[in-house]
């Protein structure tokens, strides 16, 4: 009983040492913050225009210039203080430290900024864990928060541009792009211009696909950040429908290993963006065998010796799945 009783008040100092440390530190950190701006510390963004009149030009064509007069908006504070904090301090003392500038902050700091508004969305929400996050690349070393000429009826591509392409929304503009999408990822990822200036390609230097069509620059869960949860290949699928399935008779390397296990996804010097300048090379990387010529299992009239016999596609025509046929003739 005695042993009892002693636990019980052991827990329960326990229990108050542990509240009043708790209570101690929100103290303390509750002093260590800063006092909260009140109403009138916010005087708008009209009133940067006598001084910042060019970036107040550039700013007032964007999207985030256009927030004060959508009603969801009418209790958040927006414009230049959103992202600068409250101005009327800086205007009365003419003190340019009374603002938050971005000229010294890093890019994580100039991130986080950038993310107390966009986040909570699939788009942005795994930013943190991308690779751009990782290689210190932020929010403004590819978007412009004060946007700058706009760009209508133009991709911007670098090559090549397609009539169908002038015809699309331009995402420069439309994204706050410091440039067209294909120069700001070839920026960093030149070895993909080589691959999109292949015979075979997909037409991204002419503007008729976008790498963020197959990657989320923002991050994401998949390998390379491919769009899409349930898989790299769903970005592929998203144009090649007839390829998905399910099929009643499946080909393997599709559901295994995916569409790059045949195919490279950016460009190649063969044939339908294949890995190999011939179809039969890629079948016989799985279909070998050191005790017969030709696949396994397959009729004897199979002589890759012959030429009627080397391009394995001619038979076997449904090659990614088929509903009528294990052998993907139809």
């Known amino acids: 009983m005695i042993k009892t009783l002693l636990l019980c ?23 260590g913050k800063p006092a909260a701006y009140s109403s009138e510390d916010y005087v708008g963004s009209e009133a940067c225009k006598d001084c ?3 970036q107040f030009k550039h700013f007032a064509h964007t999207s985030h210039a256009k927030l004060a007069g959508l009603g969801s908006w009418k209790s958040k504070v927006t414009g230049c203080e959103s992202c600068h904090g409250p101005g009327r301090a800086h205007i009365e003392e003419g003190d340019p430290t009374k603002m938050m500038s971005f ?28 690779e751009h996050w990782r290689n210190d690349v932020g929010c403004t070393d590819c978007h412009s928060s004060h946007s700058t000429v706009v760009l209508m009826g133009n991709p911007g591509s670098i090559s090549l541009v397609s009539e169908a392409a002038r015809r699309n929304v331009d995402t420069r503009s439309a994204s706050m792009l410091r440039g067209s999408e294909p120069q700001l990822c070839i920026g960093c990822h030149s070895e993909m211009k080589a691959q999109f200036s292949m015979p075979f390609r997909h037409k991204v230097l002419e503007g008729l696909v976008k790498c963020s069509d197959c990657h989320n620059p923002h991050g994401g869960f998949e390998l390379k950040q491919a769009r899409l949860s349930t898989g790299a290949d769903n970005a592929c699928l998203k144009c090649h429908t007839d390829k998905q399935g399910p099929f009643v008779f499946e080909h393997a390397p599709l559901k295994i290993e995916g569409c790059a296990s045949c195919h490279s996804p950016h460009g190649s010097a063969n044939s339908k963006l294949l890995a190999r300048s011939r179809v039969q090379q890629l079948c016989l990387e799985c279909h070998s065998n050191a005790h017969e010529i030709g696949a396994p299992d ?16 001619t038979c076997h025509v449904r090659i990614h799945g088929s509903h009528v046929d294990r052998f993907f003739f139809r």
């Open 9 to 31: 008040v052991s827990l329960v100092a326990g229990v108050m040492w542990l509240a009043s440390g708790s209570a101690s530190q929100s103290v303390q950190s509750g002093q």
């Open 298 to 313: 397959t009729p004897n009239f199979h002589n890759q010796a012959q030429l009627r016999y080397q391009n394995c596609t």
């Open 52 to 54: 910042h009149e060019d």
């Open 103 to 130: 000229k010294n902050k890093t890019s994580k700091q100039i991130s986080e900024t950038c993310l107390t508004c966009h986040a909570g969305k699939e788009e942005h929400n795994n930013f943190r864990r991308g």
